[in-house]
């Protein structure tokens, strides 16, 4: 099986929408982003929140990113915060590239069919990213396909923070929100608990090359709470959890790379609620 062959597969099919339908999703998106904007305190938990109350509206829109080039790299969970992500960095005056993978992007590879074959795709899509875009920071988002054993997981991540390092980036190793643990995910369960553990631990090991960024202060542990902000299928996220995930991890990366992150009001509220993943979601119907 193919890497293709095997996306296709885990992928769950759902049913298109009529033009009407999905005029009307398009405004209960927008009309969530916009309850996004309520979020400006969600991303900031004891000590975390760091920025004063006034710096984030003293940045104006599309200006001072310090030169920063984030290449985001993931799962299908990535790629559903991706679009939030995306807008708010850019708001900031940051490059941003979105490398997500639906049914991918795990740079573990577990000894088995699947994952190897995934993270060669991933680490040679990597190669090429690096060059053409010439990234600062490299954001991976653990994903729900890092299987292995834990030290697998940690060697993989050790060689992404190396690798990182080499190019002259810095490597931002982020847990995945917690998700519903379906059929398809139940036998891999053990593994996946293992992955933050493995980077948290690579991150330590590294000499500063990456930091490790625990998400549960934002969405917790438990995927069927309020807090965890999951779509109906228990995995990915609508666009007001993608609008918190983005305040949250914008304002992680900018105290990481020295910019000042955009106002939640620059960006919530823009095109990136209209993406097609959140139709297919069934968002804001």
Not at 194 to 213: D, H, I, K, Q
Not at 223 to 249: E, M, P, T, V, Y
Not at 274 to 280: L, P, Q
Request: glycine residues 14%.
């Amino acid at each position: 099986m193919n890497s293709e062959d095997f996306r296709s597969s885990v992928l769950r099919p759902r049913q298109c929408r009529s033009r009407g339908l999905a005029r009307r999703a398009r405004r209960a998106a927008a009309l969530a982003a916009v309850l996004g904007v309520a979020l400006a305190g969600c991303g900031g938990h004891g000590k975390d929140a760091r920025q004063g109350p006034g710096d984030a509206a003293a940045q104006p829109s599309g200006a001072g990113g310090n030169g920063t080039r984030v290449l985001w790299v993931g799962d299908s969970i990535a790629g559903a915060e991706a679009p939030a992500l995306g807008a708010a960095l850019k708001a900031g005056g940051v490059e941003f590239k979105d490398t997500s993978s639906d049914g991918g992007g795990t740079v573990v590879d577990g000894g088995d069919g699947i994952t190897g074959k995934i993270s060669a795709d991933t680490w040679k899509q990597l190669a090429a990213n690096i060059g053409s875009f010439k990234p600062t920071v490299i954001a991976y988002q653990v994903t729900t396909y890092d299987w292995g054993p834990q030290d697998k997981q940690r060697a993989a991540y050790e060689k992404l923070a190396r690798t990182a390092q080499d190019a002259g980036a810095k490597l931002v190793l982020v847990t995945a929100p917690p998700i519903k643990i379906d059929d398809f995910y139940k036998k891999y369960e053990p593994q996946m608990r293992t992955a933050p553990e493995a980077a948290r631990e690579a991150a330590e090991n590294s000499a500063g090359a990456a930091v490790f960024l625990d998400s549960s202060q934002l969405w917790g542990t438990d995927a069927a709470a309020k807090k965890a902000q999951r779509s109906s299928d228990g995995i990915h996220n609508c666009q007001q959890g993608a609008a918190a995930f983005a305040k949250w991890l914008s304002e992680q990366l900018g105290r990481e790379a020295g910019f000042t992150p955009a106002p939640v009001d620059a960006w919530a509220k823009g095109a990136w609620t209209g993406d097609g993943r959140y139709g297919t979601l069934k968002c804001g119907a």
